[in-house]
């Protein structure tokens, strides 16, 4: 008899232990792992579409807490801009069809093709992108509320739950986040506003600069 219930024990022990699940977790636990994770990264991939000033912004981006970082930003029927930023340097190309739309004439000419450097390049847009420890502070701070934690479908294969999300000024949106230690959210959706999604959590991020002979001074441009 006892030999048959420890049998039955062994049997039932391991199904439970599998039915148990991080949907289960509380909002403020998945809080906690959230933050923990997310504040000792030191790299990650972004990608998504955004919206800002009612542009969409498409994003393709690779950067770390050394501020370095390299990728593009789509603007919809403004073009694309690609970036680079390395050792507190910046770099942005626009692409043609930017050129075009921003009708920006002799210095269009002058820079098709070429990387724009230096700090006031495009009003210092890759040092505010490429800003990493900014971004994870904004997520690791205590203004946004977390809500309700359920289940979700896989993302790229990996198993997630989903908790609701409250920001100061009242915009709600939706984190996913993995079911598994560490906890990286691996997406945020805020609804129109569009969602970022985060992958190649501590991937080396190693940009180089371009060639000297395809770089324009911002300075110079006017």
């Not at 699940?21 to 955004?50: C, N, R």
């Not at 949106?173 to 945020?188: F, M, Q």
Request: charged share 25%; glycine share 12%; proline share 3%.
């Amino acid at each position: 008899m006892r030999l048959s219930v420890a049998l039955a024990v062994s049997t039932v022990l391991p199904f439970a232990v599998a039915c148990s699940s991080y949907a289960d977790t509380s909002a403020k636990q998945v809080e906690k792992d959230v933050k923990a994770a997310m504040s000792g990264l030191k790299s990650v991939h972004l990608g998504g579409e955004v919206e800002q000033d009612g542009t969409k912004l498409e994003l393709d981006l690779s950067l770390n807490t050394d501020g370095d970082c390299t990728g593009s930003i789509g603007l919809g029927t403004m073009g694309k801009l690609d970036l680079i930023r390395v050792d507190g340097a910046s770099f942005v190309r626009p692409d043609e069809a930017f050129w075009t739309a921003s009708g920006a004439g002799a210095v269009a000419k002058a820079a098709k093709g070429k990387w724009i450097g230096g700090e006031d390049a495009f009003g210092g847009m890759a040092g505010q992108i490429c800003d990493l420890d900014g971004m994870l502070d904004d997520i690791n701070s205590d203004d946004d509320s977390y809500g309700k934690v359920s289940e979700a479908e896989p993302i790229d294969g990996k198993d997630v739950v989903k908790v609701a999300f409250t920001t100061t000024d009242d915009s709600k949106g939706t984190l996913y986040v993995l079911s598994d230690d560490p906890h990286y959210v691996v997406k945020a959706d805020v609804g129109d506003e569009g969602s970022i999604t985060f992958s190649e959590f501590d991937e080396p991020v190693e940009p180089k600069a371009p060639a000297k002979n395809q770089v324009i001074d911002a300075s110079k441009l006017g």
